[in-house]
Nanobody, 121 residues
Framework: QVQLVESGGGLVQAGGSLRLSCVAS????????MRWYRQAPGKQRELVAH???????NYADSVKGRFTISRDNAKNTVYLQMNSLKPEDTAVHYC???????????????WGRGTQVTVSS
């Protein structure tokens, strides 16, 4: 069984910063892509950023230049550094990872339960 647990969310004023973390634990042989999504009230879940196992990253246009995704493969952890936060960044932020639980199994997608980010104006 694989679990993803996010942390680091909270309430911050516009212009402030937060750093989200997501740790994968359990039966893990390898992890491929790791991603951050977010879902605001009444809106669909959207991809914020993703990073490959080699460290290549891509971002949604709405966060380019403000957010940075990174990972520590030795710790099975992905981070999202969020700077210059805006009220429209308010959402539940979810971690996703493509995990191969064992050498005998294929990669499968796993989700965390999310962490709330609230940006006040």
């Amino acid at each position: 069984q694989v679990q993803l647990v996010e942390s680091g969310g909270g309430l911050v004023q516009a212009g402030g910063s937060l750093r989200l973390s997501c740790v994968a634990s359990g039966s893990i042989f390898s992890i491929n892509t790791m991603r951050w999504y977010r879902q605001a009230p009444g809106k669909q879940r959207e991809l914020v950023a993703h990073i490959t196992s080699g460290g290549s990253a891509n971002y949604a246009d709405s966060v380019k230049g403000r957010f940075t995704i990174s990972r520590d493969n030795a710790k099975n952890t992905v981070y999202l550094q969020m700077n210059s936060l805006k009220p429209e960044d308010t959402a539940v932020h979810y971690c996703y990872a493509d995990v191969r639980p064992s050498i005998k199994l294929a990669y499968m997608g796993y989700w965390g339960r999310g962490t709330q980010v609230t940006v006040s104006s």
